[in-house]
């Protein structure tokens, strides 16, 4: 892809990363941990070639001791028809191709193989989002990329459609959550290792000017009955199958053998 395309900062985003607080920044790991465990529990299927892709495999390793671990970087070392399960951890929404990140785990993916994504979506930190941006207006009346825009769940519906796969679906998890001060909110964000990391961001120390009246939006805005202040993190999930002969096709337009009517048992009645 060219850079001229790209819009995160792949430094910065290892950089980030690199800040990350074993402790303290890994709950929405933890969170996605427990629910890609019970959605493979309802797959009946069993998996014996796996790979995941993380940025974080000090996580995930334990969960999936048998994985083949990938780094999330643009090109993915991944072979061609190799794996049956294809687990992609919390890291797409950092990619500057997500699409042709889907398109390389299609590929890797041996006959009925299934592929696994969670990211952050776009209604993540729309709390923060939106008392940044009425903070800045009223100070300098412009706007800044302070918090990365995230696709929402009709965008990546479509680019698992396009990268090829089976049977796409895409749903959303909500995880709602509150901090004693916006403050605290970022610097957790620091610990997760998710801090901004576009390229065009700004580069100098945020004005403390610029925090507080940050902070005077978020409590008059999103403050709760104790005094709190809340915040959304949303994770979208992605799964898809590698086509395979064996996989149920939609029938051919025309080709019904009952009219819906009688499928319905319901009478048609005279105009």
């Known amino acids: 892809m060219s850079g001229s395309n790209e819009i995160i900062d792949r430094f910065a985003v290892l950089r980030n990363r690199s800040r990350f607080n074993f402790e303290r920044g890994r709950f929405l790991h933890d969170e996605a941990i427990v629910e ?3 959605r493979l529990e309802m797959v009946n299927k069993s998996f014996s070639n796996v790979a995941l892709i993380t940025g974080h495999p000090q996580l ?4 999936f001791p048998q994985a083949i671990l990938i780094d999330d970087t643009e090109t993915l070392d991944l072979l061609p028809n190799t794996f049956d399960l294809v ?4 890291a797409l929404h950092w990619s500057n191709d997500p ?3 889907m398109i390389q785990c299609n ?3 041996c006959s009925d193989g299934l592929f696994l994504g969670v990211m952050m979506g776009g209604k993540t930190l729309i709390e923060l989002r939106s008392a940044f941006a009425q903070a800045e207006a009223k100070m ?3 706007l800044s990329p302070r918090v990365l825009p ?14 090829g796969f089976a049977m796409p679906v895409v749903d959303s998890v909500l995880l709602p959550v509150s901090y004693q001060t916006p403050l605290s909110l970022m610097r957790e964000l620091r610990e997760m290792g998710e801090a ?10 945020t004005a403390r000017s610029l925090i507080e009246q940050t902070t005077k939006e978020y409590f008059q805005h999103y403050s709760n009955d104790e005094g709190r202040v809340g915040a959304t993190f949303e994770q979208l999930w992605l799964a898809g199958w590698s086509p395979s002969d064996s996989q149920p096709k939609p029938l051919r337009p025309g080709s019904a053998k009952m009219h819906l009517s009688n499928a319905l048992k319901f009478t048609k009645q005279p105009t």
């Open 107 to 109: 590929r890797a993916l």
């Open 150 to 163: 995230m696709a929402d769940i009709r965008d990546i519906g479509g680019l698992l459609q396009r990268a």
């Open 60 to 63: 995930w390793r334990k969960a």
């Open 196 to 205: 901004n990391a576009q390229i065009v961001r700004r580069k100098s120390f």
């Open 36 to 38: 890609a465990t019970d």
């Open 140 to 142: 300098t009346g412009g």
């Open 87 to 90: 687990i992609h951890a919390m």
């Open 99 to 101: 699409l042709g990140q």
